[in-house]
């Protein structure tokens, strides 16, 4: 159980000393809350959850120097949104390991403030450039290996873990390395359990902690606790959920045209008159009645991940649903194998990775969709296959992460990360 007190926590005197030293970039501590726990078995010093520093009885026994080490050590990972990222790389690969990321963080981090000598690190803190030694035989100085690794490159170098005979995944010489270097210290990195996605949320968290880590860099200087951290800043990403949002709704919405059950508003505004003469019916203006209109093409023939795909359909249906909009769902490979007329949000996705499985060819699925005269066509695919048919209408390719350097033959790329 953890006390919720923001201003008086076990971590108190170590964020004074962090903002005393450093104001600007020791002051990101000030922006995230602190919590005591009050967990007696706790071995580790001090954890996070992403959002938030939680202290254990155990750090108040640590001497003020490494407490601040501690605490620093803690800022940067919530600044740096390590456990954030965590989630969006297992939802990206569908399985992560997570004390691996964690030494993988920890050793970013760790590096990122050996310059400091106003703080104190444990004993064993694994660094970037020995976790790189060990793991991966390359050999770098702190400030080579920060210029060059972010959290989510480091970890896909050294997870080399492939799946044994009882079904669980074994480690290669490269992850079994990585955890032996980083064994003497407890992970620390803690998602919340059931933490639900939010798109939106999550990027708008982004961008505000990147503004922040810039100012508190640039306000501190050389004195700056991320002087030397550059690689491993977080890159903001807009969600493709947002993106597809926005064109669906763009390309969906009831567009105005003349309404003759209307006059204009400058006809009312003149009686109808000009010098006294009768001016002829000038029609207003309203939204069009008829039903706007969407074709989703889905490519079965292609590897489609299938957790991705759920997240997409989900996005369509509410999409849909919302809009008012009803849609025509076309699955194929190199021809049409289905084809399915659906109310708002009540699309049957049923199958939609297990059809086809031969080659793909574009052209009768996007002459099929045209068929139907939609708004717009968005196309679920690897891009692996030809386009002879420019549709009337516009087209999204959406892509997954591994295909985000294809080139389509026409319209927009929109990539599922």
């Known amino acids: 159980m953890a006390s919720d007190s923001q201003y008086r926590h076990r971590g108190l005197r170590a964020v004074q000393k962090l903002v005393e030293h450093a104001p600007s970039s020791g002051g990101l501590a000030l922006w995230m809350h602190h919590h005591d726990v009050d967990a007696a078995d706790d071995k580790?010093?001090?954890?996070?959850?992403?959002?938030?520093?939680?202290y254990p009885p155990a750090f108040e026994k640590l001497p003020l120097a490494l407490q601040t080490g501690?605490?620093?050590?803690?800022?940067?990972?919530?600044?740096?949104?390590?456990?954030?990222?965590?989630?969006?790389?297992?939802?990206?690969?569908?399985?992560?390991?997570?004390?691996?990321f964690n030494r993988c963080a920890d050793a970013i981090v760790n590096s990122a403030l050996g310059h400091l000598r106003w703080l104190e690190l444990p004993k064993h803190a694994l660094t970037l450039e020995r976790l790189l030694k060990q793991a991966l035989q390359i050999d770098a100085t702190a400030e080579q290996a920060l210029l060059e690794w972010d959290v989510e490159r480091l970890y896909r170098a050294v997870d080399d873990r492939k799946d044994g005979r009882d079904g669980q995944r074994e480690d290669g010489p490269k992850a079994a390395a990585t955890r032996q270097a980083g064994a003497k210290e407890e992970p620390d990195?803690?998602?919340?359990?059931?933490?639900?996605?939010?798109p939106e949320g999550e990027a708008e968290d982004a961008r505000e902690w990147a503004e922040r880590l810039?100012?508190?860099?640039?306000?501190?200087?050389?004195?700056?606790?991320?002087?030397?951290?550059?690689?491993?800043?977080?890159?903001?990403?807009?969600?493709?959920?947002?993106?597809?949002?926005?064109?669906?709704?763009?390309?969906?919405?009831?567009?105005?045209?003349?309404?003759?059950?209307?006059?204009?508003?400058?006809?009312?505004?003149?009686?109808?008159?000009?010098?006294?003469?009768?001016?002829?019916?000038?029609?207003?203006?309203?939204?069009?009645?008829?039903?706007?209109?969407?074709?989703?093409?889905?490519?079965?023939?292609?590897?489609?991940?299938?957790?991705?795909?759920?997240?997409?359909?989900?996005?369509?249906?509410?999409?849909?649903?919302?809009?008012?909009?009803?849609?025509?769902?076309?699955?194929?490979?190199?021809?049409?194998?289905?084809?399915?007329?659906?109310?708002?949000?009540?699309?049957?996705?049923?199958?939609?990775?297990?059809?086809?499985?031969g080659g793909t060819d574009f052209t009768p699925l996007i002459e099929e969709a045209e068929r139907h005269r939609p708004d717009l066509t968005v196309v679920l695919t690897d891009l692996e296959g030809p386009a002879n048919l420019k549709p009337r209408a516009p087209v999204l390719w959406a892509v997954t992460e591994a295909h985000a350097a294809a080139q389509p033959p026409f319209g927009r790329l929109l990539v599922l990360r």
């Not at 990195?189 to 939010?198: E, I, K």
């Not at 003469?277 to 706007?292: D, I, Q, S, V």
Request: net charge positive.
């Open 189 to 198: 990195l803690q998602p919340a359990p059931n933490d639900d996605s939010n």
């Open 214 to 357: 810039t100012r508190a860099h640039a306000g501190d200087g050389a004195h700056s606790i991320l002087r030397t951290l550059l690689g491993d800043l977080p890159r903001v990403h807009t969600p493709w959920e947002q993106v597809l949002r926005t064109q669906l709704a763009r390309a969906l919405s009831k567009r105005p045209g003349p309404s003759w059950s209307r006059p204009a508003r400058s006809w009312l505004a003149n009686q109808g008159k000009v010098g006294g003469r009768r001016m002829p019916w000038e029609p207003g203006t309203g939204h069009e009645k008829r039903t706007p209109r969407l074709a989703l093409v889905v490519d079965v023939s292609g590897s489609i991940d299938g957790h991705l795909v759920e997240r997409f359909v989900r996005e369509v249906d509410a999409i849909t649903r919302r809009l008012e909009a009803p849609f025509t769902l076309v699955v194929g490979d190199d021809e049409v194998r289905r084809v399915e007329h659906c109310k708002p949000g009540r699309g049957d996705w049923s199958g939609l990775t297990r059809e086809g499985g």
């Open 44 to 54: 580790r010093p001090v954890w996070t959850d992403g959002k938030a520093i939680h």
């Open 70 to 100: 501690w605490v620093a050590h803690q800022m940067l990972h919530v600044s740096l949104r390590h456990v954030q990222r965590y989630a969006e790389l297992k939802r990206r690969l569908g399985d992560a390991d997570l004390e691996l």
